[in-house]
Structures are given as C-alpha cells and as structure tokens.
C-alpha cells in the first residue's frame, strides 16, 4: 500500500500541486493585502478618535472646576443663594435642619438648575450673581458656545451635526448631517481657551471676593 502516493507523484507530474499552491499564494496576498489596508485606515482614524476623547475629557474637566468654584463660593458665602428661587416644603426644613446641611443641600440644587442652562445663561448667571465674567475676552463666548455644542455632538451624536447645533452656533461652515472631528489646531485652541478661562475665574474671584494666594490653574 502507498498511501496514495503514487497519486500524489501523477499530482506533481500534471502540475495540480504546483498550481494549488500558486492559487493559495494569490489569495493569501489578497488577505494580507486587504489586511495591511485595514491597518492604515484604523491608524489615520487613531489620532483623530483620541483628539476627540481627549476633547470630552477636556470639557468635563472644566465643568467639574466651574461647578466646583461656584460650590465653594455659594457655600462660604450663602447670602448669594437667596436669589434662588428653590423653596422647601416643611418637610425638608426639617431633614436638612442641621447646622451647615441646609444651605449644602440648597448649593446643590442651585448647581443642578445651573447646569441645565445654555452657556450663554450660565456666564451671564455667573456675572449677574457674582460680578465677573469668567471670559478673558467678550469674542471668547461664540468660541466656547461652539466647543460645548461640538463636544456636546460627540457625546450625544457620534459627532453627527444637527438642527440644534446650527442654531445655537449660528454662522458655520457644517450642515445637518456632516460627520465633525478634531484637528491638532482645533485642539490646541480649545485648551488654550478653556486654560485661559480657568485663569480668569481665579483671577476674579480673587479680586471680587478678596482673596489671595490662590494658585492659578
């Protein structure tokens, strides 16, 4: 018995073997062909996906240090809170009726409305109830509304404009429908803008409420 050898010899002699090999040779090509273009597109999309990520990380560090800072102010300083228009019932008078957790507990009531406001109602908010602005410059506004409207997409949207983004940014280049990102420039001047906001709000608050040694951010 061999095994099928003698097949496999009359196989080699006509060719068959040589030409299967070649045949997986050509399809394995393809594979890796198609593979290697795979790689190239995950890794032109890498940077831009990772300037994205660190965009929502960069926002949601300024708010938490902009709602922080309000906190700390409405807390130290509760006369602020009484042109909130929060009432209690008497059965919350009397669970919040210890020393200091009553006006916490209305600070964080205060903080949530705040947060449900345009940007545009909470910078105005803030200089209305406390006398400053948070923005180094009146032309910084129309920046920040864009950069929260266009984190606000990536979050909610997968970065896809819609309706609302056009109406509240106003004059833009984008359409319903257009697919956003972030480029190297627009991330760095995002940073540098909310960098620069940061500055200002300890700078204010330092000089409204007469503080110092406030290390800047």
């Known amino acids: ?4 050898i003698t097949d496999l010899l009359d196989k080699v002699k006509g060719g068959t073997v040589f030409s299967s090999t070649q045949q997986s040779a050509g399809t394995l090509t393809q594979r890796i062909g198609s593979l290697v273009e795979q790689h190239k597109t995950l890794s032109t999309r890498a940077r831009p996906m990772l300037l994205e990520m660190a965009l929502n990380y960069r926002v949601a560090v300024y708010d938490a240090y902009i709602n922080d800072i309000l906190e700390a102010i409405l807390i130290h300083i509760p006369e602020k809170l009484k042109s909130g228009k929060k009432t ?3 059965q919350e008078a009397l ?3 210890e020393a200091g957790t009553l006006i916490e507990y209305l600070t964080n009531q205060q903080m949530v409305e705040f947060g449900y406001e345009s940007v545009k109602d909470q910078v105005q908010w803030i200089f209305n109830n ?4 948070i923005l180094p410059r009146n032309t910084d506004l129309p920046k920040l509304v864009e950069l929260m409207e266009r984190q606000n997409l990536f979050v909610h949207a997968n970065g896809i404009v819609g309706a609302k983004y056009l109406k509240t940014v106003g004059s ?3 359409k319903v429908g257009d697919r956003m990102d ?3 420039l627009y991330w760095f001047e995002a940073d540098q803008l909310l960098t620069h906001i940061g500055m200002t709000v300890v700078t204010s608050v330092s000089a409204v409420f007469g503080l110092s040694a406030i290390p800047s951010t």
């Open 182 to 184: 972030v480029t190297d």
């Open 1 to 4: 018995m061999d095994y099928g």
């Open 88 to 90: 209690l019932t008497n």
């Open 172 to 174: 833009t280049p984008f």
């Open 95 to 97: 669970e919040f009726s």
């Open 130 to 133: 406390f006398g400053f602005s």
